[in-house]
Structures are given as C-alpha cells and as structure tokens.
C-alpha cells in the first residue's frame, strides 16, 4: 500500500495519475533493473497500451476506508464472543443452550452480573427478556454450574474486551455519519426521468447493523434506496456504494460492470466451442458484498429468492449464488444509472413472468417446427 499517500499527493496537485495493474505490465527479457523498467512503463503509457484500474472519487475513498475499518473492528470483536462461550463452558454454564444469542439483551445483562459478583441462577434469571423464548426456569437451570475463578478471571476479560471493541464501533459509526453529511447529493431532481428519493421503509436491527440515519443518508446521495434491493440492506448497501462510486458511465454497460465484480463466466473457446467456464478468482470487495446479498435470499420471498432456488435446481448452491449476485448487481447498476427505484416482483411475481418466458419460447419454437401452440379449454366441470 505504499502507493496510496503517493497516488493521493498527486492527485491533489491536479494530475491524472494511473492505477496499472501489474500483470498488464509483462516485463520483456533483459530488462532486471528499476530504471529499465520505469522507462518500459513510461513508454508503454505513452503510447496509449496502459488501462487504469478504476478507483473512486476522494470521498468515496474516504467512506470506504471508515467502513472497510469498520468491518475490521467487527472481526476483531467476534473471536471475543467465542473467549466468553468457553469461559462459560469451562464453568458447566450452558448459556448458550437456551439463549440464541449471548450478545443479546438478556446475555449481556445475565454476564455483567456474574462479572459483578451474582451467583444465584434464580436471580440471574429474573433479568430475562420478556421477549426471550426461553423460560426463567430453564434459564435457571442452565446457571447452575461451577464458579471457578480462573476462568471467571477470564470471562471478566473477554466480556471487557468485547465492550471495548463495541465502543471503537459506536465511535466509527459516528465519524461515518459525520463524513455523510458533508456529502453532497450525487444526482439531480432536474433530471429527465427523476423521481423523488423515497423514504426508507423500517428494517430488522441486529448488533452489527449500522445505525438507521445512513440509509437516510444514502438515499439523499444516490437518490435511491438501495437497501430496498433483496438481500441488500443498509450494511451492504453502503459498502457497495463505497466499492463502486455513484457514476455508473464508468462501465459501459451491465455486463462490463459484472465482470468488473468477478461474478461474469470466463470462457474458454476453442474452435467455437466452449471448453469451460467458470468465475475468475479476485478479491473485488463489492462482488463480495454481492455474494453476501444472494446468499441472503436463498429462503425468501422475493423474487431474487425465487431466482436462486431455480438456479440451485440447475446447477446447485455455488452456481446460484453467483447467478443470482449477477442479477442484483445488473439491478443495482440500472438504478444507480437511470435513477429510477425498485420495485419488488415478490416470488410469485418472478414465476408468473417466467412462465409467460417459458410459454413464450414453446410457442416460437414449435412455430419453428411447423405446429401451432394453444392454450387448453377449460372443461364444463372446472368452469
């Protein structure tokens, strides 16, 4: 990464500086020394051979780097969960058996009073959520074990370090927020074609979810609800529209934009046959983030759900979740370049027009073998 603070110096002083990628530059035999090759390179671009690799603009830079750090604290918070899991376990506490999650409310209330000193299971049941499907009992039942101090020792730490981490994330959510609202709006109500950005609609909360004010404010940059889109959400919503930008004239199309992602098929032809196909290994955070969003979906009702359970039926889990991050990436590109917002088919939708597709291709190919193809009467008894 020591090409960054040099990347950033230039580009302020107002030069256009290219961002090669190294396997485009095959170096030439005889060539071993750094002067010989920084004047391959500068003949290279002056002839027009080097592409730049894309980057977005300074403040998208910017947001990227406050989420990818973001997502590093939520990493380094996660093993810590497990530290207290063990601790636990090591005491015979089976907490985790009747809470779905320790992290929840009734966990952290239950570990902060065993980390201040509690020991009676019934009055460390009495702070049970209302909402907790476990019962009192039961959760009292699972407090009864052996309070070794050794490994109390250690539940205190894991539990401190936990809360450490989660206030780093409140403070990064924080400066997230500040860094949006000196964003200014990327489109224009004036617009051919523009509609008013729609207000965001309520989603489920989890611990890692970042507050409900950034779908706002990602709704007034890009003015459409991007976390609307199946599978997306706000968390992956702005981690993709850190990755990719607002300006969608950077790929000319579609499928320029999903080979970009890593999620297009890449071909091996020979004679006009293809021999294979498969996806390109790459590290691009945004189909990443894609992946993510299919896999979400898998057991839903939209309609990207309905997609991807046909595609499993044809070529299993791997395939449908490239299939499927591949079409929400075609979705998000259309409404990030024609502005215009998404509207939910819903499963039942999705198959209503696939059977019209399905239709439609018999009737053009039995057109194609000389038949004609028609619908079937209703019957007296169905009517």
């Known amino acids: 990464m020591y090409w960054i603070p040099i990347f950033e110096i230039l580009e302020a002083r107002g030069l256009a500086v290219y961002l090669v990628n190294a396997r485009h530059i095959k170096n030439v035999p005889g060539r071993k020394s750094d002067v010989q090759d920084c004047q391959w390179i500068q003949r290279l671009h002056a002839l027009g051979l080097l592409t730049s690799s894309f980057r977005p603009d300074s403040e998208m830079c910017a947001l990227r780097a406050y989420l990818r750090q973001r997502a590093q604290l939520i990493q380094h918070r996660s093993p810590h969960v497990l530290h207290i899991q063990k601790a636990l376990q090591q005491m015979n506490i089976q907490l985790v058996q009747v809470l779905r999650d320790i992290t929840g409310e ?60 989660t206030q780093q994330l409140a403070a990064c959510d924080v400066q997230i927020q500040q860094h949006f609202s000196t964003m200014k709006p990327r489109w224009s109500t004036t617009q051919e074609g523009a509609v008013p950005a729609p207000t965001a609609r309520p989603q489920k909360k989890n611990k890692n979810s970042p507050p409900a004010e950034n779908r706002d404010a990602l709704i007034r940059l890009t003015g459409v609800d991007l976390a609307a889109v199946g599978g997306l959400g706000t968390s992956l919503a702005q981690t993709i529209l850190s990755e990719i930008g607002t300006d969608m004239s950077r790929w000319p199309s579609a499928k320029h934009f999903a080979s970009w992602l890593g999620l297009a098929p890449h071909n091996d032809i020979s004679g006009g046959r293809v021999l294979r196909s498969r996806t390109l290994p790459t590290n691009n955070r945004a189909g990443q983030a894609f992946r993510q969003a299919a896999a979400g979906v898998a057991r839903g009702s939209s309609a990207f759900g309905a997609y991807y359970r046909r595609k499993r039926a044809q070529g299993g889990p791997q395939f449908a979740q490239v299939a499927t991050a591949h079409k929400i990436a075609r979705t998000v590109y259309y409404l990030l370049k024609h ?38 009467q209703p019957s007296a008894s169905q009517t």
């Open 106 to 165: 009734t966990g952290m209330a239950i570990l902060r009073a065993i980390v201040a000193g509690q020991r009676d299971s019934l009055k460390l049941a009495q702070l049970r959520n209302p909402h907790c499907k476990s019962s009192q009992e039961m959760i009292a039942q699972a407090l009864t074990g052996n309070w070794k101090e050794e490994h109390l020792f250690a539940l205190k730490q894991a539990l401190e370090l936990y809360d450490f981490y």
């Open 339 to 376: 502005r215009v917002q998404y509207v939910e088919l819903g499963a039942e939708g999705f198959e209503h027009k696939q059977r019209e597709h399905d239709i439609a291709a018999l009737r053009k190919k039995a057109a194609k073998l000389g038949f004609s193809l028609t619908s079937p």
